[in-house]
């Protein structure tokens, strides 16, 4: 029913950049709080950024501050994580999450978060 689908990972080189998409399907993505998680081999899966329902509200980890951004295209049904100044500590898989009881406010905890997507690999190495 509920489908978040992520796209644009892969390999980079220290400092250069990624653009990972979040396509929703299935429910209007608007209505929901969007977080980006990230998890490394051998470590807790941790909270990136995330995007509020109804005022489109951002938080950002204090380790992406600066470098990532994310942003919210309502016509496309699609959630955006901008990467730059990549560094091979950003290597992980990462996911999009939703969650619509999140109404005009988002957390970097992935408790409140209902739906996952399946996840992709960013791997930052020269």
């Known amino acids: 029913q509920l489908q978040l689908v992520e796209s644009g990972g892969g390999l980079v080189q220290p400092g250069g950049s990624l653009r990972l998409s979040c396509a929703a399907s299935?429910?209007?993505?608007?209505?929901?709080?969007i977080g980006w998680f990230r998890q490394a081999p051998g470590k807790e899966r941790e909270g990136v950024s995330c995007i509020s329902s109804n005022n489109g509200r951002t938080y950002y980890a204090d380790s992406v501050k600066g470098r990532f951004t994310i942003s919210r295209d309502n016509a496309k049904n699609t959630v955006y994580l901008q990467m730059n100044s990549l560094k091979p500590e950003d290597t992980a898989v990462y996911y999009c999450?939703?969650?619509?009881?999140?109404?005009?406010?988002?957390?970097?905890?992935?408790?409140?978060?209902?739906?996952w997507g399946q996840g992709i690999q960013v791997t930052v190495s020269s």
């Open positions: 299935g429910f209007t993505l608007d209505y929901y709080a």
């Open positions: 999450a939703a969650g619509r009881r999140l109404i005009g406010l988002c957390v970097l905890r992935k408790e409140p978060y209902n739906d």
